[in-house]
Nanobody, 122 residues
């Protein structure tokens, strides 16, 4: 009933920038918190940043001052602007949404995107 589709990943040199986007579609009633997580090879998935429907943002210490999360509630889309990228930012980045959707009735659930690869070369 709901899909999250990410875009914007790629290969960039250290110090460069990338902007990730994640659009949610389907029979969505309301989206609460949206966020970005990442998983590097051999490591656990970790939080990068989250943003509430009211715009309150939370960041991992490792990305504070370099990454900015934002969202467009009218488009059900969340963005992650990544500046001053470092090789240690290399990972698959996943979008997450805590939302309520229609399926005969209203249901609350947590959805994940398929992931987008970000590679930062030194």
């Amino acid at each position: 009933q709901v899909q999250l589709v990410e875009s914007g990943g790629g290969l960039v040199q250290a110090g460069g920038s990338l902007r990730l986007s994640c659009a949610a579609s389907g029979r969505i009633f309301r989206i609460n918190t949206m966020g970005w997580y990442r998983q590097a090879p051999g490591k656990r998935r970790e939080l990068v940043a989250t943003i509430t429907s009211g715009g309150s943002a939370n960041y991992a210490d490792s990305v504070k001052g370099r990454f900015t999360i934002s969202r467009d509630n009218a488009k059900n889309t969340v963005y992650l602007q990544m500046n001053s990228l470092k090789p240690e930012d290399t990972a698959v980045y996943y979008c997450n949404a805590d939302l309520t959707y229609y399926s005969g009735s209203l249901y609350a659930s947590d959805y994940w995107g398929q992931g987008t690869q970000v590679t930062v070369s030194s």
